[in-house]
């Protein structure tokens, strides 16, 4: 019995081994995150993190996390549009009291007779009032404007963060390999034969002060003769690219947050 036992486990310990030699060696590849301006710039993205999840276990979460994110979207897109609407329809109702306060500036150097000047008074006194309740609503409209603006300012805000796809990101599972772009923007990222998505976030401060969201979500599908360049970042495959090279489609900021 011991002896058969004894047969049993070298044989299975015969067959792991034969089955571990036949398991696809995992396949090492080569990648880098960099971005092209309309100018035709090109600026290289350190220190981004590039992850890669199991396309089973992604793609269902990432598919629910896109049709949140553009219904979220959509609503702020409305609202900041509104937000627009009503604070131009209040400049344009404050600039027409700017000019009639002009205008009603008193002369003090009139000169005539005495009842001439007590016309001249009683107009001032008229256009002075009127002034005074032009200043009234000239604050009122500036300060519903301000409240506009605000509106608008903080809708602008959560818009640019939800598509950042910072969200998303969390939604998905355990990654199964994680790599870090040098200051030349290359990464190296070693897996096993198989699919996966490959997503990355990565921010950049342009010229003007404001700051730049990249968000990449792309499959990717390793085998033994994938090329060690497969891994390319870039304006091509961006998830705001508009294209099928990217997972998920995200829109972009509107005019009005400009």
């Known amino acids: 019995m011991l002896k058969f036992y004894i047969r049993r486990m070298l044989i299975l310990a015969i067959m792991a081994f034969a089955f571990a030699g036949c398991k696809p060696a995992p396949v090492t590849l080569q990648g880098s995150a960099f971005i092209v301006t309309e100018g035709g710039v ?4 350190g ?7 199991n396309s089973t276990a992604a793609l269902p979460a990432l598919a629910q996390s896109e049709h949140a994110l553009n219904e979220k ?67 009122l409209l500036r300060k519903q404007a301000g409240e506009g603006t605000g509106k608008k300012i903080i809708h602008c805000m959560e818009l640019a963060e939800l598509l950042s796809a910072s969200g998303i990101l969390k939604t998905l599972p355990q990654p199964v390999s994680i790599a870090k772009t040098d200051a030349d923007g290359r990464f190296q990222m070693t897996l096993e034969q198989g699919d996966y998505v490959i997503a990355a976030l990565a921010r950049r401060q342009v010229a003007s002060g404001h700051g730049e969201r ?16 497969a891994l390319m970042l870039s304006n091509d495959n961006l998830a705001a690219s508009g294209t099928k090279a990217s997972l998920i489609q995200i829109g972009r900021l509107p005019a009005e947050c400009d």
């Open 42 to 45: 090109n600026y290289k993205l």
């Open 47 to 53: 220190l981004v993190e590039v992850r890669a999840f």
């Open 73 to 139: 979207s959509k609503k702020l897109s409305e609202a900041i549009a509104q937000a627009a609407r009503r604070e131009k329809e209040i400049n344009d109702e404050i600039n027409p009291l700017k000019a009639a306060l002009k205008k009603a500036e008193f002369d003090p150097s009139f000169v005539g007779s005495s009842s001439g000047r007590l016309q001249e008074l009683l107009r001032h006194a008229e256009l002075l009032s009127q002034e005074l309740l032009n200043e009234r609503l000239l604050e």
């Open 214 to 229: 990249y968000a990449w979500f792309i499959p990717l599908h390793v085998q033994s003769d994938t090329p060690a360049s």
